[in-house]
């Protein structure tokens, strides 16, 4: 089959089921036309027609996912970018609940039996924790008083991108709706602040502790 990727790669990968579901989502939210066309805006015509098989074999390049960010923004421009991307966040973490949620263990009674701050807290540990052991993604959590903070030392949403502003706007979608999830329909506030893509040293994604409705 006839590729036009680039010869050097990252070395760094999802595995296949997650970045199956990375373009199931964005079929959800732009329909398979529109998946098709930003493949091949994004020179990734191996991938048209041809997601990835459902496995955990390493096999979803870290720079595919940022040649999709980039094609989004290329295609839609920044904000329509950003919104689609967000979409498409939270549609993946639904799909990926689907194929990891019994490996995360929180649907157990115990972990529902939880206050809501504890909750978020042992959800978004188990998320970082699912991410650090499955992929080649590295997260890393602090908190503060008002937040926890949500820091992608190797982000493969952004990879090979500079950007002006953060433009990780799939993890803010992970995050938005694993929060709203695990808070059992709640909204919070989730807001990326430092961007690899920017020059920053890291991606950091903040996450309000407290729902805003
Ligand atoms: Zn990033």
Same mark, same amino acid.
């Given at each position: 089959m006839p590729t036009d990727n680039?010869?050097?790669?990252?070395?760094f990968y999802y595995p296949n089921n997650m970045g199956r579901v990375v373009l199931q989502a964005l079929e959800e939210v732009m329909g398979r036309n529109g998946v098709n066309a930003l493949l091949t805006l994004a020179k990734l015509r191996h991938l048209v027609n041809n997601?990835? !098989?459902?496995?955990?074999?390493?096999?979803?390049?870290f720079e595919d996912f940022g040649a999709i960010t980039q094609g989004l923004d290329d295609m839609y421009g920044p904000r329509g970018g950003r919104g689609l991307g967000i979409r498409a966040g939270r549609a993946a973490l639904k799909y990926g609940l689907r194929e990891f949620g019994a490996v995360l263990g929180i649907a157990d009674l115990a972990f529902r039996l939880l206050p809501l701050g504890m909750k978020l807290k042992v959800g978004i540990n188990t998320l970082a924790e699912t991410f650090n052991k499955f992929t080649d993604q590295v997260v890393r959590l602090e908190e503060d008083e008002e937040y926890f903070i949500w820091i992608?030392?190797?982000? !493969?949403?952004?990879?090979g991108r500079t950007a002006d502003a953060p433009c990780c706007h799939a993890a803010v979608g992970i995050l938005q709706e694993g929060a709203h999830w695990l808070s059992g329909g709640k909204s919070f506030r989730v807001e990326e602040v430092e961007c690899t893509a920017a020059g920053a040293p890291a991606c950091k994604i903040l996450i309000g502790k407290r729902p805003i409705d």
């Open positions: 680039p010869p050097q790669s990252s070395g997601y990835p !098989p459902n496995n955990l074999e390493k096999g979803f390049r992608i030392e190797r982000c !493969p949403v952004c990879w």
